[in-house]
């Protein structure tokens, strides 16, 4: 992954496009086929946690979605939380804007 997307979590690094893949197939998995991305979000304790951003709506039952996540994913590595985003944005070359929180 590029190292501008690391997210340093508790001392472990993070790099979502690794772990991009694998949270694909589970959302896929729930039938969730969504647009998607992982980010960090400053943590008083752990210096960041990782976030899932998600486009559209609330998943209706989100706390299942994150025991999901959990069990297919590396410790340090499951979104603590889910961030809701109307649009996930592009550039014009089509690489994703990862937005910071």
Same mark, same amino acid.
């Given at each position: 992954?590029?190292?501008? $997307?690391?997210? $340093?979590? #508790? #001392?472990?690094?993070?790099?979502?496009?690794?772990?991009?893949? =694998?949270?694909?197939?589970?959302?896929?998995?729930?039938?969730?086929?969504? *647009?998607?991305? @992982?980010?960090?979000?400053?943590? +008083?304790?752990? #210096?960041?946690?990782?976030?899932?951003?998600?486009?559209? @709506? =609330?998943?209706? +039952?989100?706390?299942?979605?994150?025991?999901?996540? =959990? *069990?297919?994913?590396?410790?340090? $590595? $499951?979104? &603590?939380? %889910?961030?809701?985003?109307?649009? %996930?944005?592009? &550039? +014009?070359?089509?690489?994703?804007? *990862?937005?910071?929180?």
């Amino acid at each position: 992954g590029r190292a501008d $997307n690391v997210i $340093n979590t #508790g #001392g472990v690094k993070v790099h979502p496009e690794i772990i991009e893949p =694998k949270i694909a197939k589970v959302l896929s998995t729930a039938s969730l086929a969504r *647009r998607f991305y @992982i980010a960090a979000k400053p943590d +008083d304790r752990l #210096g960041e946690k990782v976030v899932l951003v998600l486009e559209g @709506i =609330k998943v209706k +039952d989100e706390a299942f979605l994150l025991e999901l996540l =959990k *069990r297919e994913l590396p410790a340090y $590595n $499951n979104p &603590t939380e %889910i961030i809701y985003v109307s649009k %996930i944005e592009f &550039t +014009d070359t089509g690489k994703l804007i *990862r937005m910071t929180f």
